[in-house]
């Protein structure tokens, strides 16, 4: 029999909690038997939400926390004032041992502070960087950093590199996965001075399969599993991608309902639209992990409805099962014992 997962869920973050946040850790523990989700945040909130519904109760637990951090404020001096905030009462349990992950959809500046902070980075990693899973035509591609390094520096994209090389193969089952760095051009002498830096040092890492640049177009179609960059350029990347994807289903669903012919057309491919559409839905693949920390954080959408929840909590089952962060940390230990020899 597997080993338990616990898993503390900030139940006041994001736009719909605690409804979609509490909904979504209902189904995750009716997917999955051996998970524990505690629900952070305030008792009576919680209570009133899950009054009226069934649930394993063995499964799912209340955590009261009294505060909220919202997302317009201070992160940093928003986890030093509050210390009974969902956010940091989740990732305290972490840091105690009394839970495996911690998922969150609420303020991603608090989230970012809270896990270095609090968590704590594994030995040796510089900077955690969050890592979301693209929807490609081929499948999924592992976009590290899109939002925690802003002013990162070439041994930083290194090191993301390595850490999303693990990700991708022991969680998403891509072996020997292909690693590129985001460039506004193929040639190795093209890109900004971080880029121009940084892909000398990939080509030298023996532990990657680094194929060399991408530009954004060929993201979509799926030509590296691993795309690594700074965290302005790929939250850049993610957005447009995000806003792209939703305008794209939104014309295909107008135009297929402008006529009588269209709408017959549309009845005759909805089962096959409906499955590649669903593809693309990145909400399909759970939320985004900083990597690099000594438990797993995990951040969702602050849209999130229960079906991003869900997904992002059985994620983090796949994560603890495969000993991601002990991979990392003996992948980041081993570069220290060859730089002192």
């Known amino acids: 029999m597997s080993e338990i997962t ?32 505690f629900l952070v945040g305030q008792e009576e909130a919680i209570q009133k939400e899950l009054q009226n519904t069934t649930y394993p109760k063995d499964q799912i637990e209340i955590i ?24 940091v ?71 993301f590199a390595k850490m999303g090389s693990i990700y991708m193969e022991h969680v998403m089952g891509i072996r020997n996965p292909k690693v590129a760095i985001v460039n506004i051009g193929a040639e190795e002498e093209k890109g900004n001075a971080l880029v121009k830096s940084t892909f000398p040092l990939l080509k030298e890492c023996k532990d990657i399969n680094f194929i060399g640049s991408i530009e954004a177009r060929e993201i979509p179609h799926g030509m590296a599993d691993v795309i690594v960059c700074e965290a302005f350029v790929g939250n850049v990347i993610l957005k447009l991608y995000e806003g792209v994807g939703a305008v794209l289903v939104s014309k295909i669903k107008d135009s297929m309902m402008t006529t009588l012919k269209t709408k017959i057309g549309a009845l005759l491919v909805k089962p096959a639209l409906k499955k590649t559409l669903k593809s693309f839905d990145a909400s399909e693949y759970g939320g985004a992990p900083l990597l690099g920390l000594r438990g797993l954080v995990v951040k969702t959408h602050g849209s999130s409805k229960a079906k991003e929840i869900s997904n992002s909590i059985i994620q983090c089952i796949t994560f603890k099962n495969q000993g991601i962060n002990e991979k990392i940390s003996e992948c980041i230990q081993k570069k220290e014992e060859n730089l002192e020899d």
């Open 89 to 159: 009462v989740s990732m305290n349990m972490v840091k105690k041992g009394e839970a495996d992950a911690v998922v969150s959809a609420g303020s991603t500046g608090a989230v970012l502070v809270g896990g270095q902070v609090l968590v704590g980075r594994i030995k040796g990693v510089e900077r955690p960087p969050l890592a979301p899973l693209l929807p490609t035509k081929t499948g999924v591609s592992l976009l590290i950093d899109c939002g925690a390094n802003v002013d990162a520096r070439p041994s930083h994209l290194v090191q």
């Open 6 to 37: 616990r898993v503390a869920l900030d139940a006041m973050g994001g736009d719909n909690a605690p409804s979609e946040i509490i909904k979504g850790a209902i189904d995750a523990v009716g997917r999955e038997k051996n998970l524990k989700v």
């Open 64 to 87: 009261h926390a009294s505060e909220v951090i919202e997302t317009a404020e201070p992160p940093v001096n928003a986890i030093r004032r509050k210390k009974d905030s969902s956010i």
